[in-house]
């Protein structure tokens, strides 16, 4: 269950994608267009974005399922702090070390549907 809102959000992504290659051309500068860019914008951002390994997000989820047993005292300084360290990422320029990846997952959804 904890991929089930990251996978929402690349499978609307990749409908706004196939939406944008089926556009024609000259429906580059309408809304329609400008609508779906940025549903597919905001979908990727949230489905990496829920994948980062702090809780209240999603990955938090999966960090638990791939630490060994040994390790479950990470989980609970996690659920404790997760929130402010969150925070503290986010307000010191954590967008700067996502935009690579958001960029290379953009990268290849548009080059899977095509556009």
Do not use: C, H, K
């Not at 994608?17 to 549903?39: H, K, N, Q, R």
């Not at 994948?51 to 040994?70: H, K, Q, W």
């Not at 659920?79 to 320029?93: C, H, K, Q, S, T």
Request: no cysteine; net charge neutral; charged share 10%.
């Amino acid at each position: 269950m904890a991929l089930a809102g990251p996978m929402m959000n690349l499978l609307l992504a990749v409908l706004a994608a196939l939406a944008l290659s089926v556009l024609s051309p000259s429906t580059a500068s309408g809304p329609a267009f400008d609508f779906l860019s940025i549903f597919f914008e905001i979908n990727v951002v949230l489905a990496v974005f829920n994948l980062i390994p702090l809780p209240p997000l999603d990955g938090s989820r999966l960090l638990t399922i791939f630490l060994p047993p040994n390790r479950q005292n990470i989980i609970f300084f996690l659920d404790r702090y997760g929130f402010v360290i969150l925070l503290a990422i986010l307000f010191f320029g954590g967008f700067t070390v996502l935009r690579p990846i958001i960029g290379t997952v953009e990268g290849w959804l548009l080059a899977i549907t095509g556009y």
